[in-house]
């Protein structure tokens, strides 16, 4: 028998309900709360380049939130140093990076560029979903558009599958301005309690991992164990390079018996970042296919690696999220 005869509404088990936030640096923001019907669900916030807020599966956690919570864009500050991203930085399961920077705060030509740049900060134009037996598609459209400066134009579509635990994001970005312009690009996807803990098991399989400064260099032995919360903890990067089509970052938590595979082209994302952070409550694993280092614009882009985009030319950009719930389904993945 049909599993429709079983219910009534389909929201019983599955489906998409969008919403507003109440009080708080979230007040008003537009979410799409997604559940899948096999245990999955996410939120989509619509007004944060409907980024993933939040990821879970059958009941248990698999993102991290930061102290600063759901935050509106119209908080978004630089900041003089350049830093100001962190006071509005909820992490959530996706964070998008760029267009204009990933990574330091540098100025280039003259113009201050902050961390990670602000089209995470930037609200869609249009959001909406549609859905059939097998899918629901979320198609979301956000422009960075400046006068006399970049024109890029982003249409986002996730898949989020009925058939099973998956996610595939498609990204296209389109120059809309007059000339060629440097494009940076950061999936910055976070990964917390209690998928995250002592007990997790992490694999990815580069071909080579090196650390970003001399405090990741200390760590770089144990680029792949998981402490416990630790109390003053700095902050560890690793470069992670690949030598097969598709990049393969994973984790494993066998108290929970969660897991969760993340993989994407390596003709689109060269490398990804691995950002170790097992501070107190700052306790959160960063797996981010990204385009360039994290040194900055400025000098990425005096090193010659930097991506550009002559006008009317397209980028598509791609990553593909795997949920699973046992040891043996983590062994077919390596």
């Known amino acids: 028998m049909q599993q429709k005869n079983y219910i009534g509404h389909p929201s019983q088990i599955m489906g998409v309900e969008e919403y507003r936030l109440m009080h708080g640096k979230g007040d008003h923001m537009h979410m799409l709360h997604i559940r899948n019907g ?18 879970c599966l059958d009941g248990k956690n698999l993102s991290y939130t930061s102290v600063a919570g759901e935050v509106a864009p119209s908080y978004y500050t630089l900041g003089q140093d350049g830093f100001g991203f962190l006071k509005s930085f909820n992490c959530g399961f996706l964070t998008t990076c760029g267009f204009n920077n990933i990574g330091s705060p540098n100025e280039d030509e003259g113009k201050m560029h902050g961390l990670h740049g602000n089209i995470g900060n930037t609200p869609s134009d249009y959001i909406y979903h549609t859905e059939n037996d097998k899918q629901i598609e979320v198609h979301a459209l956000i422009k960075d558009h400046e006068i006399f400066g970049a024109k890029f134009t982003l249409k986002r579509v996730f898949t989020i599958s009925k058939i099973s635990n998956q996610i595939i994001l498609k990204d296209n970005i389109l120059n809309e301005g007059s000339k060629t312009e440097p494009l940076m690009y950061l999936y910055h996807i976070n990964l917390g309690y209690p998928l995250l803990d002592e007990h997790a098991e992490i694999y990815i399989n580069s071909a080579h991992v090196s650390p970003r400064d001399e405090t990741s260099k200390k760590g770089l032995s144990s680029w792949n164990q998981i402490l416990p919360p630790t109390p003053n903890f700095s902050e560890q990067c690793f470069y992670h390079t690949y030598n097969t089509d598709t990049a393969n970052m994973m984790v494993y938590n066998t108290k929970i018996e969660k897991g969760i595979q993340i993989q994407f082209p390596t003709c689109q994302f060269p490398q990804s970042i691995q950002w170790k952070m097992m501070g107190e409550r700052d306790y959160v694993l960063g797996l981010e296919p990204c385009t360039a280092s994290l040194d900055g614009r400025h000098q990425v882009k005096n090193s010659g690696n930097i991506l550009s985009l002559a006008p009317g030319e397209s980028k598509e950009f791609s990553v593909t999220v795997n949920l699973f719930t046992n040891k043996a389904q983590w062994e077919s993945y390596l």
């Open 38 to 55: 096999l245990g999955m669900e996410l939120v989509i916030n619509a007004d944060r380049c409907a980024d993933i807020s939040r990821l």
